[in-house]
């Protein structure tokens, strides 16, 4: 069928500079460079151009930019270009449209509307090139008081047990599958160095990455891959995930394409065959089913290490998390509508769920408001960009962070929203094995590293500027918070004042 | 809660609105810890010498030992703007006490101190079947928030058995001068003056804040306020007057009375050890700092503050763990110092055993269980200034 689909970009290629190199052709993972031969020239296939740059980052002489295609339909507020395209490619292909990333749609980024504080004359800033100042984080359930010994002042309280990162920040799930295992590697890596964890997702623990379980969180998802009691023994923490910022209400679906030998056999599934996590969890169907998987994994894992229960950000998350926690959730995960993932349809991704800003003020606020917020850590997760981000969302009352694109943009992901077709050209979410050798763990770990090195440093400086040298003295303190362009609304849901006020 | 008298001091002592009160000041306490008694002169003396450190916005003092007459009674120090509201909180507190005297608080004419409110002092009893199964001290703190939330123009300045907060808007020396302090006599006396630059000041506003027989003196601005205050709500505190101060109150009560914790200890909550220092500390004390740190994070005072903290017997002086407030320490036998300024202190007795600035978070702790005449130095170790 002719596609009546213009293309997305236009390829300038420089003939001046051009030195028919073939290193496009070959970095193209979609086909949109190709050498012809009888005249010594590369040619460009635009309609298959993703926008992904692989090309003009590696092209050595500079001789290719990608940019958007002008070409113009006539303009119609309700007939965005987007909305043609989606029915064109719907009408081709039938089913349902896919996607991957997060939400790109201009819902409201109210981290853009949040700004911070800093001391001036009363107080005095804190030089954090000089003086201490402290990230450390501990997640997990804490009790409403300590106990000494009356006698000898001896500690009596044992605390439920508590994971310490060095910096706020984790690597949310991606499983091997969605990535690769040289991805997996370099996060794991980045994490063992940073003093922090990464997620597996729900794709099971390759047998070469348990080497680096003690900063592995493991999912136990609605499929069950890759769960066993090793898997489960291993792991820093466990995850129940029962909901995903990108497709609230849906659950997984690896094409059975990407199952490769060694994705089947770390899931535990036959090769080849799709890998699909039903939409629920199908042994809870309600709070107290929920409660007993969480202590059925604290009983397989004897009480060593905390649960989290990680839901997308949905209208009643306030009460959903409140429920949670008297569960017996030692963390919570919340993941917001820019959360992102390697395949959703296009439709829930970006129609379902609501801002993460908002999910983090008002399951804080309600949790405050029951007397049960010491009781279980809260991980924001859905779209974090940059550190600030990270410090609005500790402000607002998150205990730390999971970031996914971002760290996967520091490994060269340039957000071109191609994960479920497979042939990222980056490297990243495919299961190819030509491909996945472009993200050397080596490389990448460092990358990722250097991110995290870079966002401590600030989350330091903006302290130090607050008055504040201990994270722990900023998580829920909303007066270092002040909001602009904002409705009553907005601020009274945020817990935050105008600026100004 | 949310009566009328709460809205009313909450737009009194913040007018504006502000995050909170913001105000900075001089510190002094003095504290003889073999019980002895003696009059306020030199705590006078002491804070008029940092006169520079004020502006004339509040001054006020915790007098410790001063009532031995009535020493098992709950002594009431409160303000009143009118008559109307004397009548209505004396209604209220012939219902819930057994009064055994009620007097205005003696006062002395003096021209620094223009338009004073009434305050008067009462000695209460409480009435065993008024308990209603709370404990003495809890009853006594549901009174105190019942007068400053639900009677309007009444203000609490203080509730503690033989203990008293004198306070008002002025100088400290002229809120002594009027209140007659050099006449009392008392064991330990803290004195505060008042630098606000957010409000105009109110007498209720100034420093000792305190309640039950617990009087807090601050200096400084605490960064962390807006999660200190979220975590006592969680305990159901109402931080009415939303300043630094009040905050401090509440989270020694919470931690003292409610959770049973030793003063030093404490310290270690509102100016943790560094992780840094933790991972050197032995094992079980590494744990009990960690455990701490862990539960009551919430409750690091953050940003620069000194405080003077004292109750029955016991006088605690503490800065933020990166001291960005000054403190100065100093012993003469059995008498403990704790001042803004060395020079206050050499003022009123040159000749010092010691006198040294404690380091950043270390509590320094006067207490009449151990006199100091009869005990180790106060400090672990001496700081250099």
């Known amino acids: 069928m002719k596609t009546y689909l213009p293309p997305r970009f236009v390829i300038d290629r420089y003939a001046e500079r051009c030195i028919a190199c073939q290193v496009c052709v070959r970095q193209c993972s979609f086909d949109a460079h190709a050498y012809d031969g009888e005249d010594d020239e590369i040619r460009s296939y635009e309609k298959n151009c993703v926008g992904c740059h692989r090309c003009s980052v590696f092209c050595p002489t500079q001789a290719l930019n990608i940019r958007l295609n002008p070409l113009s339909y006539r303009p119609n507020v309700n007939w965005q270009p987007e909305f043609i395209e989606d029915i064109i490619r719907q009408s081709e292909g039938g089913g349902v449209l896919l996607t991957g990333m997060g939400n790109d749609k201009p819902y409201r980024v109210y981290w853009d509307h949040l700004l911070l504080n800093a001391s001036q004359v009363t107080n005095p800033s804190i030089d954090p090139l000089r003086e201490p100042m402290e990230l450390k984080t501990f997640l997990g359930r804490k009790p409403d008081r300590v106990e000494l010994d009356p006698a000898s002042l001896s500690l009596k309280t044992q605390l439920a047990p508590q994971v310490a990162i060095d910096v706020p920040v984790l690597f949310s799930a991606m499983s091997y599958g969605a990535i690769n295992l040289n991805v997996q590697e370099s996060l794991a890596r980045a994490a063992t160095e940073a003093g922090t964890l990464f997620n597996v997702g729900e794709g099971g623990l390759h047998q070469t990455l348990y080497k680096y379980a003690n900063n592995a969180i493991v999912q136990v998802a609605s499929g069950r891959f890759g769960v066993h009691p090793e898997y489960l023994d291993v792991a820093r923490f466990i995850e129940i995930k029962i909901g995903q910022g990108a497709k609230p209400g849906i659950g997984g679906h690896l094409p059975g394409g990407k199952v490769s030998e060694d994705v089947a056999e770390t899931r535990m599934i036959p090769a080849g065959t799709d890998a699909l996590s039903p939409a629920p969890q199908h042994d809870i169907y309600s709070i107290e089913d929920l409660a007993q998987l969480i202590y059925a994994l604290k009983e397989a894992t004897n009480y060593t290490k905390p649960v989290c229960v990680k839901i997308a950000a949905v209208h009643n998350s306030a009460a959903i998390a409140s429920g949670m926690v008297r569960a017996g959730a030692d963390i919570i995960a919340l993941d917001g509508l820019r959360g992102s993932t390697g395949a959703a349809p296009k439709m829930i991704r970006d129609n379902v769920g609501i801002p993460i800003e908002l999910a983090i003020a008002s399951v804080d606020t309600r949790l405050r408001e029951e007397g049960i917020r010491n009781q279980a850590s809260i991980i924001a997760a859905g779209g974090f960009r940059n550190s600030a981000d990270v410090v609005k969302a500790i402000a607002l009352g998150a205990d730390a962070v999971y970031i996914g694109t971002a760290a996967l943009i520091a490994l060269g992901c340039t957000v071109c929203q191609q994960c479920p077709t497979g042939k990222c050209a980056w490297g990243i979410a495919t299961t190819d094995p030509i491909l996945s050798k472009r993200v050397n763990p080596d490389i990448g770990a460092r990358r990722v590293v250097n991110l995290l090195r870079g966002w401590s440093l600030e989350i330091k400086e903006m302290l130090g500027g607050m008055g504040i040298n201990a994270l722990e003295s900023l998580r829920g303190n909303r007066l270092h918070l002040r909001g602009v362009d904002l409705t009553d609304g907005e601020l009274d849901v945020l817990g935050v004042r105008l600026a100004g006020r | ?385």
């Not at chain 2, 008293?164 to 803290?190: H, M, N």
């Not at chain 2, 009087?215 to 200190?228: A, D, K």
């Not at chain 2, 914790?261 to 933790?278: C, G, N």
């Open chain 2, 1 to 385: 809660m949310g009566g009328k008298g709460m809205d009313h001091w909450e737009r009194v002592n913040n007018p504006y609105d502000d995050d909170k009160v913001i105000a900075a000041c001089s510190l002094f306490g003095m504290m003889d810890t073999s019980g002895k008694r003696f009059s306020g002169g030199d705590t006078i003396t002491a804070i008029a010498n940092m006169h520079e450190r004020g502006n004339g916005l509040g001054g006020g003092f915790a007098v410790y030992g001063l009532y031995p007459q009535y020493a098992e009674h709950y002594a009431f120090h409160v303000m009143y703007l009118d008559e109307a509201a004397r009548r209505e909180a004396e209604s209220l507190l012939q219902d819930g006490f057994r009064v055994a005297l009620a007097e205005p608080v003696p006062t002395r004419k003096t021209r620094a101190i223009e338009n004073p409110p009434l305050v008067w002092r009462y000695f209460l009893e409480v009435r065993t079947q008024n308990g209603q199964g709370l404990s003495h001290d809890d009853y006594v703190l549901e009174k105190v928030m019942q007068i400053n939330t639900g009677v309007r123009n009444a203000f609490v300045f203080s509730s503690g058995k033989d203990m008293a907060v004198f306070k008002g808007v002025g100088y400290p020396e002229d809120i002594a001068d009027y209140f007659r302090l050099d006449e009392y006599q008392g064991y330990l006396w803290t004195a505060h003056g008042r630098f606000p630059t957010n409000t105009r000041g109110w007498w209720g506003g100034a420093h000792p804040f305190s309640i039950l027989d617990w009087t807090v003196n601050h200096n400084g601005e605490i960064s962390s306020y807006g999660i200190n205050r979220r975590y006592l709500e969680m305990f159901g505190y109402h931080c009415t007057m939303q300043t630094d101060t009040e905050v401090i109150a509440y989270a020694v009560d919470l931690l003292v009375r409610r959770h049973h914790l030793p003063i030093e200890v404490v310290a270690d909550v509102l100016a943790a050890p560094l992780w840094s220092q933790i991972e050197r500390e032995d094992g079980e004390k590494a744990a009990l700092h960690t455990t701490l740190r862990q539960v009551y994070g919430s409750l690091l005072l953050n940003g620069p503050f000194t405080v003077v903290i004292a109750h029955q017997g016991e006088m605690i002086g503490l800065t933020d763990r990166i001291r960005l407030r000054p403190l100065t320490a100093a012993t003469k036998g059995d008498l403990l110092f704790l001042s803004s300024e060395e020079s206050a202190i050499r003022l009123v007795c040159p000749q010092l055993d010691r006198a040294w600035i404690p380091m950043g978070g270390e509590p320094i702790i006067g207490s009449l269980q151990r006199p100091l005449a009869k005990r180790e130095p106060v400090a672990v170790e001496e700081a250099t200034a």
